[in-house]
C-alpha cells in the first residue's frame, strides 16, 4: 500500500471517528467543566439559590427574572482576586457578568447546600 493511500485511509477513519465521539457527546450533554471558573459556577448552579433583600430590590427595579439571573450567573466570570475563598463554611465569590450591555458584579455565598446572592452592583 503506498503512502498516499495509508494518509487517505487514516484520515477517512479519524474524520468518521471523531463523528461518532461528537454526536455521543452532543446526546449525553457532556460538559468539560476542569477550569476553576467553570468549577466554581456549575457548583453555584448545582445549589438552591437565594436572594438576599437587596438583590431582590434590584431585581425587581431593573426588571430581572429568575431565569435571567440563573443566565447571568452562566455566562458570569469569578473574580478570584476579589473574592473569598478561604472561610469556612461558606466561600464568598464575585462573579462579574453582563445585562443589557451594562456590567454587573453578583456577590454570592457559597455554603455546602445553598447558595445566597448577597448583593448586586452595576460597575460604571
Not at 471523531?18 to 468539560?32: E, G, L, P, R, Y
Not at 464568598?92 to 457559597?110: G, H, M, P, R, V
Amino acid at each position: 500500500m503506498d503512502l498516499k493511500k495509508r494518509f487517505f485511509l487514516y484520515g477517512f477513519g479519524f474524520a468518521v471517528g471523531a463523528m461518532v465521539v461528537f454526536f455521543i457527546w452532543m446526546k449525553k450533554d457532556a460538559s468539560f467543566d476542569y477550569l476553576p471558573n467553570a468549577r466554581v459556577i456549575k457548583n453555584i448552579q448545582s445549589k438552591t439559590i437565594t436572594k438576599s433583600i437587596p438583590t431582590k430590590l434590584f431585581l425587581i427595579g431593573h426588571q430581572i427574572d429568575d431565569l435571567t439571573l440563573l443566565n447571568l450567573i452562566k455566562n458570569g466570570k469569578v473574580d478570584f482576586e476579589k473574592s473569598n475563598i478561604n472561610t469556612e463554611p461558606c466561600k464568598t465569590y464575585w462573579i462579574d457578568t453582563s445585562f443589557k450591555e451594562k456590567q454587573l458584579t453578583l456577590i454570592i455565598e457559597n455554603c455546602d447546600s445553598i447558595a445566597t446572592i448577597k448583593k448586586i452592583t452595576k460597575i460604571k
